[in-house]
């Protein structure tokens, strides 16, 4: 059981490059998320998906897009990228949410550079 | 809206002395809390949850916590530290209200923990 997966584990990218950070799970857990860690700022909420084509925003969404077209699989595309999306992006899903207490389970996350 | 406050960005012990991780949420209804662990260069892993019934919760490799709804508190403790406890952890709360985003959870900015031989 692979859990959730993520694709690459580094990259380092040119401002205004554009790229897609791949997310999979294997665990038929509607609920999928994107968030991104900053050294001493925790984990930010970028964009959450409830079900297969159906996403919305979370905190900082801006610079970021995601598509949802199958319950496995949530993208996260970077169009532009600037310095400030450096950081470390961390997919994670859970079976449900809504009034109910399923813990998230995390990809080992992608290491992302842009200069 | 709720949040999460851990006390001390980095605490560091020695082998075998008490750990204590600090956590307080703000919430206008107690919510559902979880303790996360990451290890360097790895996602982070579940290491307990309140939810209801016992305040006292127990999680893997000897951590435990208490929850204190006078305190608004959720602090993570481990009678004697191992090396191999050394980690980030990190608190969060996700609302018990059902409906709209409240599924989503909210994480404190994260302790790290060093372990001294």
């Known amino acids: 059981n692979a859990g959730v997966t993520q694709t690459p584990k580094f990259r380092i990218l040119k401002i205004g490059q554009s790229m897609t950070l791949q997310c999979a799970q294997d665990?038929?857990?509607?609920?999928m998320y994107w968030y991104r860690q900053d050294p001493g700022m925790g984990l930010k909420l970028i964009y959450y998906?409830?079900?297969?084509?159906?996403?919305d925003k979370g905190e900082v969404p801006n610079g970021y897009n995601v598509s949802r077209s199958t319950t496995e699989d949530f993208p996260l595309r970077l169009e532009l990228a600037a310095p400030s999306q450096t950081s470390v992006y961390f997919c994670a899903s859970s079976y449900s949410g809504q009034g109910d207490n399923s813990p998230l389970h995390f990809g080992n996350g992608t290491r992302l550079t842009v200069t | 809206a709720q949040s999460v406050t851990q006390l001390g960005s980095h605490v560091s012990v020695s082998e075998g002395a008490l750990v204590l991780l600090r956590c307080n949420y703000s919430?206008?209804?107690?919510?559902?809390l979880f303790w996360y662990v990451q290890y360097p260069n790895q996602g982070l892993q579940l290491l307990l949850k309140?939810?209801?019934?016992?305040?006292l919760v127990k999680g893997i490799n000897g951590f435990e916590a208490e929850f204190k709804k006078s305190e608004t508190s959720f602090h993570l403790t481990k009678p004697s530290a191992h090396m191999s406890d050394a980690a980030e952890y990190f608190c969060?709360?996700?609302?018990?209200?059902?409906?709209?985003?409240?599924?989503?959870?909210?994480f404190g900015k994260g302790t790290l923990l060093t372990v001294n031989p």
């Open positions: 919430s206008s209804v107690p919510p559902y």
């Open positions: 998906s409830v079900g297969a084509g159906i996403t």
């Open positions: 309140y939810t209801t019934g016992a305040t």
């Open positions: 665990m038929n857990h509607n609920y």
């Open positions: 969060a709360v996700r609302s018990r209200n059902s409906g709209g985003s409240n599924y989503k959870l909210t």
